[in-house]
């Protein structure tokens, strides 16, 4: 009988410790801050990255690994192209040995090696292409972004948003688009 008693004993103690540990789980509140987060706690701009996030990792020392549903493109002052898989190395004000984030000038598209902001925050971010850097205002930064599936399609939104556009352009922005200057002479090779 003794040992009956100490049977309900064990067994009411495991339950108060199995019912004190899942209780603890519901109180707490450890969930993983969003990407956003945790750019905005390292003092740079949410919207780096477009709204179509869904994981990253974030080691101790500071690399990540950033995974979008799918690669895509944002009009800011420049065309940005985003990859499926993004990665590199965050400290606080800075994003350094970045891949997978490239910026189109004229008609090529260049690595985006670098972000910087500085610290106190001011009106300006940096950007590392290669051994260009570039400043620009850091408002065009601060909202987070839909991305367009195609260049194309991200000129239609007309560097705002870059959402909600059926991805057509409409005639007026078709003929505010450069179009090269036609050629009248074009010089022809004789041959004999």
Request: glycine content about 6%; hydrophobic content about 40%; charged content about 20%.
């Amino acid at each position: 009988m003794a040992s009956n008693a100490k049977l309900k004993l064990f067994f009411l103690f495991f339950s108060l410790l199995s019912l004190s540990s899942s209780s603890d789980q519901l109180l707490s509140t450890d969930t993983q801050p969003t990407v956003y987060e945790v750019l905005s706690e390292y003092g740079l701009p949410s919207g780096l990255l477009p709204d179509s996030v869904t994981s990253y990792t974030l080691s101790e020392d500071g690399k990540f690994e950033v995974k979008l549903k799918k690669s895509c493109y944002i009009q800011f002052d420049y065309l940005i192209y985003y990859e499926k898989k993004i990665t590199g190395k965050l400290s606080v004000g800075s994003i350094s040995n970045l891949k997978g984030i490239q910026v189109k000038r004229f008609l090529f598209w260049f690595d985006v090696d670098e972000i910087k902001v500085d610290l106190p925050p001011s009106n300006s971010i940096y950007f590392t292409v290669g051994f260009i850097n570039k400043e620009l205002d850091v408002s065009q930064f601060l909202t987070v972004r839909s991305c367009k599936d195609k260049a194309f399609l991200a000129l239609s939104g007309g560097g705002s948003s870059c959402g909600g556009d059926s991805g057509r352009l409409s005639l007026k922005k078709i003929f505010q688009l450069q179009l090269p200057t036609p050629v009248d002479d074009i010089p022809m090779l004789i041959t004999e």
